[in-house]
Nanobody
């Protein structure tokens, strides 16, 4: 199983980035998916999650209204559209597959995500 995150980079505050997470060895349509982020010296925190069908999403309060998670199961890929970026969004962003297709439990808990991508760096300059 491999999850490959991409799309990170350097952007000015107020700008946008779109992250992608492509899966191999795993049929993404069988699982809910999530994005987490980790800033230097901090814990890895929940950002967003989406059920297998894409019909239900969940967001951390800090990104609501600015970030959008989506998926294309035909491409085995999950996305994170990030708008109105702020300096505090600077972190390494990780995608991960949830244990279940739905988000009934632990959607914001790392322990419920068995598979992780390698991370992509997002840097927002102020």
């Amino acid at each position: 199983v491999q999850l490959q995150a991409s799309g990170g980079g350097l952007v000015q505050a107020g700008g946008s980035l779109r992250l992608s997470c492509a899966a191999s060895g795993l049929t993404l349509s069988n699982y809910a998916m999530g994005w987490f982020r980790q800033a230097p010296g901090k814990e890895r925190d929940f950002v967003a999650a989406i059920v297998w069908s894409g019909t239900v999403t969940r967001y951390a309060d800090s990104v609501k209204g600015r970030f959008t998670i989506s998926r294309d199961n035909t491409k085995n890929t999950v996305y994170l559209q990030m708008n109105s970026l702020r300096a505090e969004d600077t972190a390494v962003y990780y995608c991960a597959s949830h244990r279940h297709p739905y988000l009934n439990e632990g959607y914001d808990s790392k322990e419920f995500y068995p598979y992780w991508g390698q991370g992509t760096q997002v840097t927002v300059s102020s």
